[in-house]
């Protein structure tokens, strides 16, 4: 009576993973146990151990060591090379014959079968709940889930070789930093080195790698991701994680400023940095990310406010003249100002036949170059000319056109009379 019961379980079991195959053709999904070989080489590996016997959820069990083709996902068989074996595990049940645990091993929330397939597929097909198991614990520096695929794993691995290397899971455990393109973690990378590179000049000093990593998270990814999950970005690209936004905004960030260096427009400025983004980006996705920023103004605010914050901290101006005020409209305005402060230490050097410390340069340029020029712009009225822009924006717009203006004022009338010999 067994052997016929186990023998129709079987037929039954083998029928079902036939249907799932074909539901998997049909709608693309994965129905393939993970191989436990590929998956622990794509992974950063911190170690092992044995966590001795558990009460492990069938469930959970999603590839194995070395039958991964014999088994769907489901543990339902998919071949009849070891129907046997398969039929004799079910007989046993029936029989309630005792058996030993199978062995498993772990990595993140997810268990493989060292030892043991076919009685975890007999245990699935009698929707068994969990089952004993030997098991021993991969360590790798996340955590897989029961719905990753073998592209999903790959994921990770390249996810975990970013956390390896800025060591973010235990610096700033609390932020997620993972991304939809596994290519673009050289991109966050590349964020961090450059971070580095300015945090040094700024600091005149060398900085560490680890330090960089925590002031690029504390001072430009997570306020940027703040600002972007305030916004309800998250809310309107489902299919982009957080870290994927912030990649968008701040290249189109970086964009409308370097757009704004050549213009007092703020409009000009986003409508060149969509441009140049559209012509980068071909996802659909990602040009709608793009639609959404170029009618995004807080985006400009949060520039400014950074770079205003990055500006006084170079220069030391609300220290040096508490009561100078130098607040421009536009993105990317404040490095054209700490230009003009290091063109104007290098000349005073020249006249004083000495060098000249940056605080130096930086008060005698607020009191003999821009205090004055503001004052001019207030006796002529300047801000007349720009509606909505500031007297700094006024002084970056003179400066950048003191020669044409100059030569303008100089330049003899046009009286159609041949110059004077």
Known sequence: MYDSLAQDDFEKAYLRSM??????????????LLPFDEVRHALPYRGQR?????????????????????????????QRQTTDRWINISKARYRDVPLPPVELYKIGDVYFVKDGNHRVSVARDRDQIDIDAYVTEIDVPFRLTVDMDIDSVLMEKAYGHFLQQTRLDDLRPDSDFRLSNPTEYARLHEHINAHRYYLGTERQADVSYEDAVLSWHDSVYKPLIEAIEAEGLLGQFAQLTAADLYLRVSEYQWLVREAAQGTLDDDDAREAATARMAEVYRQRVVRRVIRTLRHETWIDTMIRDKEYAAFLERTRLHELRPDAEIIVSLPGKYEKILEHIHVHQYYLGLDWQRPVDYAEAVTSWYDNVYRPAIEGIREQNLLAEFPGRTEADAYIWIMEHREALEAAHTEPPDDGLPPPA
């Open 19 to 32: 249907w799932r195959k074909m539901m998997a053709r049909l709608t693309g999904r994965s129905n393939e």
């Open 50 to 78: 044995d966590i001795g016997l558990q009460t492990v959820p069938l469930e959970r069990i999603v590839g194995s060591v070395g039958r991964y083709r014999d088994f769907d996902r489901a543990f339902l068989p998919t």
